[in-house]
């Protein structure tokens, strides 16, 4: 705790809150010199451990009262009290705690405020009439973070408008004020509120209205389906057994077992010790994916057993029977793919198939993805077509979804279906033309996709394409800001953001790609190589053809002497351990204008990290696989030819 009390650490104010606990001397200066946090805040805080400890001592009427109205949930009452839900129920009539809404005032009082935004409390004059049965609840995705971000939020705002022109109001719920779904001309109703299941509870009986969209806010809305529908909520789209048949590992299982499909070999692991022995049953490497979290989250790659104890030292994850991790067989250099579909439960209309560049073991959030694919087979894009209507119809999927595939040896393979809008659902609707929202809220409301002429016939296939010839997703990173952060990437989501890059050639999209995310490719000078053994034979045309494109080649001395052997001749450039001047040494005076470099596995030394992390300081486009080498050849072959062209982005 006194580590944490002087670090710029998101669990700062937590430790001063215990320290306010603990340490009851302290006077709020000598915490305030510690911290570096304002008095104020400190006094509301201590306010707050103040009422904590009246809770604890004995909750009558009037704390509990006074807890309320001061934003405290159901949960954190129960647990200070140590009563049970039915006691704070019997507590809560007895006390007669009436949940109150006001609107905001932005106008001061000087007339009345049009404005639709809304914030609770408790026991106090309510304001507003419920908006009523003709209305939907959105539960948005609350703060902006690393795996759910403003795409999530891009959703609920289309959806919100779709709702509106359909003529149906909308109510708004999300904890994050700055963000467009929380405009005050997107939504009939705004609450500023906790994404939380007793809040929207609370709200469905205020607003007299029991739909509830759940599809669109990523994982948190998600989370609090099963909740909310045990409250009387109506799940709007798929049902909740359909998400659970998705969400939970086992069930997702037996589903592709019973349609005959294919998934990598895997087993549900509840305790470390069956981590182990499952993990040694599948066969190494495994993909560790731990039960109901989004954007990859202390998701894993053990190559061996000490990877393993890694993963148990450090993900942080609490395995249980109830939240089990999947040890799932990692399928090494297969190619993967990520489809997004609406369904009215009978047909489905895929909005587009895009192909990861970056290969298997890169988190999809990660990956460039490219629409059209431009590497696959017309079997295997038929495949996940015909696939993807057998789990829609299995399901009884109601608006959108997303199925993530790998091909490997010819072989397709399910990662995983999520029931719900995915991060590149505001892509492909803008790629293709097709508003994806629009489709599933008219599907919500009783349209089906025949008669939105998206699909032929009833248990028919209809599909977008690409309006722009090429069109490239590539994410966005905040690596930069951070000391001492390896920008490699892997199966935990890491960007915080995405761009578009569209073009008539592939070289000439994934360029504009890579100049939207920062990551400026060059057109002449040095680049330098260092890959791991396995990527030796997939590097050598890349050094190839960026040697006839006029580069001058550099890499440490065993990738220099594997491409040697193929008749390619470079500079020995030593590593960080081997003495001085060392590649960082050439990277931090800028004589070298593109860094290839691909991790050592699971064992990475320190130099390697060393390298990418410079490269980003210093602002040298990099790639951290041999695949996004490649992609990144072609798109400097456009940039030599000098034939800039500015294009029209499509309306949706």
């Known amino acids: 705790i006194p580590l944490l009390l002087h670090s710029a650490h998101p669990l700062r ?5 215990t320290t306010m606990c603990h340490n009851k001397e302290l006077s709020i200066s000598e915490i305030s010199k510690t911290t570096g946090y304002d008095r104020f805040f400190l006094e509301i ?25 001061n934003g405290m949930s159901d949960n954190r009452i129960k647990e200070l009290a140590n009563i049970s839900k039915a006691e704070l129920e019997q507590l809560k009539k007895e006390a007669d705690l009436r949940f109150s809404v006001h609107f905001v005032d932005t106008c ?73 779904s929380t405009d005050f001309n997107i939504s009939d109703r705004l609450y500023i509120e906790p994404l939380t299941a007793e809040t929207v509870i609370e709200i469905m009986k205020k607003e007299k209205t029991n739909k509830v969209v759940v599809q669109l806010g990523g994982q948190t809305p998600l ?24 969400e939970d590992r086992g069930l997702f299982s037996a589903l592709v077992k019973r349609l005959e499909l294919r998934q990598p070999n895997n087993r549900m692991a509840g305790t470390p010790s069956e981590v182990v022995t499952h993990a040694n049953e599948v066969g190494f490497p495994v993909l560790l ?39 799932d067989q990692f399928l090494e250099d297969a190619f993967e793919y990520d489809l997004d579909a609406v369904s009215d439960g009978k047909s489905i209309y895929i909005g587009g198939i895009l192909q990861h560049i970056e290969a298997a073991g890169i988190h999809s959030g990660d990956s460039a993805a490219v629409f059209p694919p431009y590497k696959s087979k017309p079997e295997i894009l038929d495949q996940m077509r015909e696939w993807t209507l057998r789990l829609a119809q299995e399901l009884n999927v ?64 209809g599909e ?34 995405e761009v578009i890059g569209v073009g008539r050639t592939f070289g000439e999209a994934y360029a504009k790609s890579q100049a939207s995310g920062g990551n400026v490719l060059p057109t002449k000078g040095k680049v330098f190589i260092s890959v791991n053994n396995k990527d030796r034979k997939t590097i050598t045309p890349i050094a190839r053809r960026l040697q006839e494109l006029g580069f001058e080649i550099s890499a440490t001395r065993g990738t220099a002497r594997d491409l040697y052997d193929e008749g390619i001749l470079c500079d020995i450039v030593l590593k960080v351990h081997e003495g001085h001047p060392n590649i960082v040494d050439y990277i931090r005076h800028k004589k070298v204008d593109l860094v290839i470099n691909t991790p050592m596995g699971f064992h990475a030394r320190r ?11 210093a602002k040298i486009a990099y790639t951290t696989t041999t695949s996004a080498a490649k992609a990144a050849v072609e798109a400097i072959e456009f940039l030599q030819q000098n034939l800039h062209t500015v294009r029209e982005l499509p309306q949706h």
């Open 223 to 246: 989370n609090m389906a099963k909740e909310l529908e045990e409250a009387g909520a109506q799940i709007v789209g798929t049902s909740l057994l359909g998400i659970d048949e998705t």
């Open 607 to 617: 130099s390697d990290d060393d390298i990418r992390t410079e490269s980003m300081r």
């Open 464 to 497: 977008g394409h690409c309006i722009t010839t090429w069109a490239i997703k590539e994410a966005v990173f905040s690596f930069d800001r951070f000391l001492n952060v390896d920008p490699a990437l892997g199966p935990e989501m890491r960007s915080t953001g």
């Open 108 to 180: 001061a009082g000087e007339f009345k405020a049009l404005t639709p935004y809304c914030y609770s409390t408790y026991n106090e004059e309510d304001e507003g009439e419920p908006m009523g049965e003709n209305s939907v609840i959105i539960l948005a995705s609350g703060p902006n973070r690393i795996g759910q971000g403003l795409e999530f939020d891009t959703c609920c705002t289309l959806a919100s408008l779709a709702f509106r022109k359909q003529g149906i109001k909308t109510i708004m719920v999300n904890s994050n004020p700055e963000t467009v």
């Open 45 to 69: 805080l201590k306010e707050q451990a103040q009422l904590d400890e009246k809770i604890r001592t004995n909750i009558d009427k009037e704390t509990l009262i006074e807890a309320k109205t």
């Open 13 to 17: 104010f937590l430790a001063t809150y």
């Open 398 to 461: 109601k608006g959108l979804m997303n199925i993530q595939f790998a091909e490997k040896d010819g072989k397709l393979y399910i990662i995983e279906v999520n029931p719900r809008a995915s991060r590149t659902i505001p892509f492909i609707s803008k790629a293709s033309g097709v508003n994806l929202i629009d489709v599933a809220v008219k599907v919500w409301n009783g349209q089906d996709l025949v008669q939105q002429n998206l699909v032929k016939k009833e248990g028919g296939i």
């Open 289 to 327: 994916r731990p039960s109901f979290v989004l954007g990859g989250r202390s998701m894993f790659i053990a190559y061996d057993d000490a990877g393993l104890l890694e993963f148990f030292e450090k993900s942080g994850v609490n395995m249980s029977p109830e939240a089990p991790v999947l040890v």
